[in-house]
C-alpha cells in the first residue's frame, strides 16, 4: 500500500515551490523546450543524430581539404615532374643498299637521263643502250659493281669496206684487228690496248671506241680519316678499288700508292701502305638519325659485322666508355638501339615523403590534384543544386498557387522535361564541347548549367505539392484578406514554409550531383586537362594495368567520392528527422 502522508509529502514541496510567488523558478528540461525557437530545436533534434554529426564532421574536412588545402599545397594542380632517366632510344638505322651509287669518270657526265636507260637495259638484261643518240654499254664487275662506257664511234662500213669518220686514217692496226674480228664473228676486238666495239644497225656496221664514263656501285665507301674521303670517293680509287674487289686481290695501286684489301663477310677493309686502316667498302648503309652526329667509320664496321652475323646486339667502346646497343630489325630495316639519358615524365611514382599520394599519369602531385578537383566536384555539386531549386521553385510555387489552366500547363511541362532521358544528353553534350574544343573553364560552366537544367523537375513537383496543402490554411486566407500581393503572398509566405523540405532535398540531391559529374569525368566527358575533378582522377581506372597494379591513382578519388556522398547523405537524412515535427523531444 502507498502511504498518503508519504504522498503528501513528497508533492508537497512543490506545490508550495509553485505557490510562493517570490521564490525563483528553476527551468527544468520541459519548460527550456516550449520557450525554444522554432529554430534552436531543430538543432537540437538534428545534433541528437549522432549520424548527421558525423556527417557535418566528414563534409567539414572535405571542405578544409578542397579550399583550404590549395593554400598550403607548395605545388600547383597542373604541375608535372620531371626527372632524368634511361630509355631505349633509336640512335642509327641501317640498312642493305639496294639502289645504285654512280661516280663519273673525270671529264665526262652521266646524267638522270643516262642513268634511267641503264636501269631499263639492265632490267632487259641488254648489253647496249642509247641515251640522247649517244650508244653505251656496261660490264658487271661483281654482284654489286657496273663499269659504263660510252662506244664513241670512229669508223663505218657497208658492203665489206670501212671509213674513218672522225677525219683521221684508221691505224693498220685497228683494220687488223677489224677484220679478224668479222673472221671470227665476235663484237669488240683489242688494238693498241685500247677496246673496240662492232656495232650492226641493218646493212651499216659501226666500229666505235669504248670510254669509261661511270661506275655504278651498290658499294659505300667509307674513309677512315675524314681528309681523306673526297680521295676515296673519286672515280679513281673506286674504280681500282672495284677491280680489286671483283677479283678478290689482295693488293692494288694508284697513284703510287699500295693499298691491301683484307676481305671479311660482308665488307671489305682498305690498309695503306702503313699498315693503317684507310677505308671500308661495304654494300650496307649505315646513317645516323641525327643527321648532326657523326659515326666513326668503326663504330659502323662493328655494326655491319653484327647484321652479317644475325646478331641482336652488340656493345662497342670508345672514349673508354663502353655503350651497349641493340639491333631491331623491321622489315629491311635495321634500328640500332642504345639507352640514352633523357629527361623524362615521372609516371606512376608510388607515394613517398615527398609526395604523399604519389604521381598521376601526367607526372603530377596527386594529392594536390584530389584538393583542386575536390573544389570543382563540390562547386559543381552546389551551383547546380542552387540552379534545379530556383527553377524549381519558381515553376512549382506558380503551378501549386495558381492551380486550374496554369498547374495543368506547367506541369506538362515538368514532364516534357522528365521524357528527356538525362544521361544519353548529357553525354550528346559532352561529344560535342569535346568536338567544339571548349576551353576547360568554359566546359565546367557549361556543365553545370546543363546538370542544372536537366535536374529541377523533382524539386518544382515537391514545392507544388506542397503549395497546394499549405495555400488553402488559415494564415494564406488572412494573407488574402488582408489584399497582401500574389508574389509576396507565394515568396514571403509559402515558399517559407516549403524551405525545410527544399533543405532535406537538395542536401540528398547534392550527393546525387557528384556522383553523375564523377561519371561523366570518368567516361572522359566532364572536366577536362589540366584541371581535375575527382571523377577525371578516377578515370585513370579505365584500365586494368593501372586498376591491378597503381591502387594509389584511383582508391583515394573514390574514397574522396564516397565519403562526400555519404557526409551529404548523413546530414540530409538529419535534417529530414529534426524537421519532422513529429520527431521526439
Known amino acids: ?36 525557437s522554432p529554430g534552436m530545436l531543430v538543432f537540437k533534434r538534428f545534433i541528437r543524430n549522432k549520424l548527421a554529426v558525423i556527417g557535418i564532421v566528414i563534409l567539414t574536412f572535405m571542405f578544409l581539404f578542397s579550399f583550404v ?12 615532374f620531371k626527372g632524368i632517366g634511361s630509355m631505349t632510344k633509336e640512335f642509327a638505322g641501317a640498312t642493305y643498299n639496294t639502289e645504285l651509287r654512280y661516280t663519273a669518270a673525270e671529264g665526262f657526265q652521266f646524267s638522270a637521263a643516262d642513268r634511267t636507260q641503264f636501269l631499263l637495259a639492265l632490267g632487259k638484261k641488254q648489253t647496249t643502250f642509247n641515251s640522247g643518240g649517244v650508244n653505251f654499254t656496261y660490264v658487271q664487275e661483281d654482284p654489286n659493281t657496273y663499269r659504263i662506257f660510252r662506244l664513241n664511234p670512229i669508223a663505218e662500213g657497208l658492203a665489206g669496206s670501212i671509213r674513218s669518220t672522225t677525219g683521221t686514217p684508221l691505224s693498220q692496226s685497228v683494220l687488223d684487228g677489224y677484220a679478224k674480228a668479222v673472221e671470227d664473228k665476235v663484237d ?14 641493218g646493212k651499216v656496221t659501226q666500229i666505235t671506241q669504248e670510254m669509261e664514263v661511270a661506275l655504278g656501285t651498290l658499294n659505300v665507301f667509307d674513309a677512315y680519316n675524314q681528309a681523306d674521303q673526297a680521295f676515296v670517293n673519286s672515280y679513281a680509287f673506286k674504280l681500282a678499288a672495284s677491280n680489286a674487289i671483283a677479283d678478290k686481290k689482295k693488293y ?17 677493309t682498305i690498309f695503306d701502305k702503313d699498315g693503317k686502316e684507310f677505308a671500308e667498302v661495304s654494300n650496307i648503309i649505315v646513317n645516323p638519325l641525327d643527321q648532326s652526329l657523326f659515326l666513326s667509320v668503326p663504330f659502323k664496321k662493328v655494326i ?3 647484321i652479317t652475323n644475325r646478331e641482336n646486339g652488340f656493345s662497342y667502346t670508345e672514349n673508354g666508355v663502353t655503350i651497349d646497343y641493340d639491333i631491331v630489325r623491321v622489315n629491311v630495316t635495321y634500328n640500332i638501339k642504345r639507352e640514352t639519358p633523357t629527361e623524362l615524365i615521372r609516371m606512376y611514382e608510388r607515394p613517398t615523403a615527398e609526395h604523399p599520394l604519389g604521381l598521376d599519369n601526367n607526372g603530377m602531385d596527386l594529392m594536390t590534384r584530389l584538393m583542386y ?10 551551383v547546380v543544386i542552387f540552379i534545379e531549386v530556383l527553377i524549381g521553385v519558381l515553376v512549382g510555387g506558380i503551378s501549386g498557387y495558381f492551380g486550374g489552366w496554369v498547374d495543368t500547363g506547367l506541369m506538362r511541362f515538368v514532364d516534357l522535361f522528365n521524357s528527356i532521358p538525362f544521361y544519353p544528353m548529357v553525354l550528346i553534350f559532352g561529344s560535342v564541347m569535346d568536338a567544339l574544343e571548349v576551353p576547360p573553364m568554359t566546359r565546367i560552366f557549361l556543365l553545370m548549367a546543363i546538370l542544372g537544367l536537366l535536374g529541377w523537375t523533382g524539386v518544382a513537383r515537391v514545392v507544388r505539392g506542397q503549395i497546394l496543402s499549405l495555400r488553402e490554411q488559415d494564415f494564406m486566407v488572412a494573407t488574402e484578406a488582408t ?10 509566405h509559402l515558399v517559407p514554409n516549403v524551405m525545410p523540405l527544399l533543405i532535406v532535398h537538395a542536401t540528398a540531391g547534392l550527393g546525387g550531383i557528384i556522383i553523375s559529374e564523377a561519371t561523366l569525368g570518368f567516361l572522359g566527358l566532364g572536366v577536362k586537362y589540366p584541371l ?8 585513370v581506372a579505365s584500365d586494368a594495368f593501372v586498376m591491378t597494379n597503381y591502387w594509389f591513382m584511383w582508391i583515394p578519388a573514390g574514397l574522396l567520392i564516397l565519403l562526400t556522398v555519404l557526409g551529404f547523405n548523413f546530414v540530409g537524412d538529419g535534417l529530414r528527422d529534426a524537421f519532422d515535427p513529429k520527431m521526439k523531444r
Open 1 to 36: 500500500m502507498i502511504d498518503n502522508n508519504e504522498i503528501n509529502e513528497n508533492t508537497e514541496p512543490e506545490k508550495n515551490h509553485l505557490e510562493d510567488p517570490n521564490e525563483p523558478m528553476a527551468l527544468d528540461d520541459a519548460r527550456r523546450v516550449k520557450v525554444l
Open 69 to 80: 588545402g590549395p593554400l598550403f599545397s607548395p605545388y600547383d594542380q597542373a604541375q608535372v
Open 188 to 201: 669488240e676486238f683489242t688494238a693498241d690496248g685500247v677496246l673496240y666495239q662492232i656495232v650492226k644497225s
Open 252 to 268: 692494288f695501286s694508284l697513284n703510287s700508292q699500295r693499298f691491301s684489301v683484307i676481305y671479311d663477310e660482308g665488307h671489305q
Open 304 to 306: 655491319r659485322e653484327a
Open 373 to 382: 578537383g575536390g573544389r570543382v566536384s563540390l562547386m559543381v555539386g552546389f
Open 483 to 492: 489584399g497582401i500581393r500574389t508574389s509576396r503572398r507565394i515568396f514571403r
Open 532 to 539: 581535375a575533378s575527382w571523377g577525371s582522377i578516377i578515370n
